[in-house]
Each structure stands twice: as structure tokens, then as C-alpha cells.
């Protein structure tokens, strides 16, 4: 007999997703990913990193690193375009109407994403870590998008699939 396994809360399901989907980020100074979900369906996820035909930061090094910009400041000085606007841009270009979604992202929006979260009408925020900018805490409030902070504790570790240690 197997043994029993607790099967992880949606909010869990899809921070684990957003998770592995943040592997993908081409960003060399953080990796951001982000979902978004309605009716406990994916629409779209996205990555931080360059947009699609351009170098990536790896390659070109880190405009921002280069210019000691700090972490939440200034951030048009970057090459790269960030997870949640990602995730926006791909559902627009499939389609795919995200009014109403949850987002699912492992960092707190920025303020400029939060402008095109609210205009796009995403219903609620799940984020594991903070980010250093109030403004968007601020307008998000003022939107009435609940914010919910996923800890880790939450999580339920993703279980090794078939010819994987410990399966």
C-alpha cells in the first residue's frame, strides 16, 4: 500500500507552479514568476526576463548592477520585462481573457505592475515574498485587491515523479 500523501490547497497548487515557472526567468539579479488562474484554471503564466529576440541580461550583463540602481527604484533602467506583465501580455496575445483572475506571483507586485493588474481587472493578488515598493501595496488597496501572502510553511513540496529519487 502507498502511503498517504496530503494533497496540497489550490492557493498551494498554484505557487508551486508559479514557482517553477520563475525558473525560467533570464533575469541575473532575481527570479520572478507569475500565474494567472480563474476557476482554478491556468490562463497565462510569465517570467521576468528580456523580451522575446533580445539578448538576455546574461549575456549583455545587468544594466542595473551597472548603474547601482537599488531594488524597487528606477525601473525603467532594465532590459528585461517582469513576470506579471509577462503573464498580462501573453494572455493578450493568445486572447485569452483574464478579467476576474487570480494572480499568483513569487514576489509582490511592483507599482507599475500594479497599475496594469488593476486596468486588467485581475480580482486578487497570492504572493510568497515582499517587495520594497509601498505604492503598490497603497494602490491595490485603494483598488480592493486583497493581497494574501502564501507562506511557506503553506506549501506543499512537489513529490517526485516516476524514476525520481524517493518515488
Known sequence: MKPSRQRPTWDAYFMA???LVAQRS?????AVGA????NKRLLSTGYNGAPSGIRHC?????????????SGQRHELCRGIHAEQNAIIQAAYYGVSINGADLYCTNLPCSICAR???N??????CYAEGYTDQLS??????????LIKIEERDEVPVL????????
Not at 35 to 38: D, S
Open 26 to 30: 533570464t533575469c541575473t539579479r532575481r
Open 116 to 118: 496594469m493588474i488593476i
Open 58 to 70: 546574461a549575456e549583455t550583463g545587468c544594466l542595473r548592477q551597472q548603474l547601482k540602481v537599488p
Open 35 to 38: 500565474v494567472l488562474v480563474r
Open 120 to 125: 486588467a481587472g485581475i480580482a486578487r493578488i
Open 137 to 146: 501595496v497603497q494602490m491595490l488597496d485603494e483598488a480592493d485587491i486583497p
Open 160 to 167: 517526485p515523479g516516476p524514476g525520481q529519487p524517493g518515488h
Open 17 to 19: 507552479i508559479t514557482r
